[in-house]
């Protein structure tokens, strides 16, 4: 085998062994976005501890969001994105609420203090989500 050969045939393995990784990759951000969407209910499902209205207790200022209808902890987007680069693909796995009113209890209004949850959810599915890409 000439040199020029050896070159083409380990060029085509190492392109064979780099769809296999983004492969790999693409399935754990689906496996990924699914944790952090646990993680999101879990931390939108603790009941609050702040004022009561009729048989709903609200959360405290600062705490996350306490549930009411379930609306916001039940209502999310998954997407999964790859972006090609140099490197071979970036891998994108969010999630996005699709109830309107998430922005105002993340950051608050001018009459209501915040009720931060998207740090508190990161914060829960990072672990689970570095141990799926551990092994890759």
Request: no cysteine.
């Amino acid at each position: 085998m000439t040199p020029s050969e050896m070159s083409k045939y380990v060029r085509v393995e190492v392109d064979k062994i780099v769809q296999t990784l983004n492969a790999e990759a693409q399935s754990r951000a689906r496996r990924a976005v699914n944790e952090l969407r646990n993680s999101a209910i879990t931390t939108l499902s603790k009941d609050g501890t702040g004022r009561r209205y009729g048989r709903h207790i609200a959360s405290s200022p600062g705490q996350t969001p306490a549930p009411d209808t379930g609306n916001l902890r039940m209502r999310w987007r998954q997407f999964v994105f790859a972006e090609p680069n140099l490197n071979g693909v970036k891998i994108i796995a969010r999630i996005k609420s699709d109830v309107g009113y998430s922005q105002f209890l993340e950051k608050g209004t001018r009459k209501m203090a915040a009720r931060p949850f998207k740090q508190k959810t990161k914060n829960d599915a990072l672990p689970k989500i570095s141990a799926l890409y551990a092994s890759l």
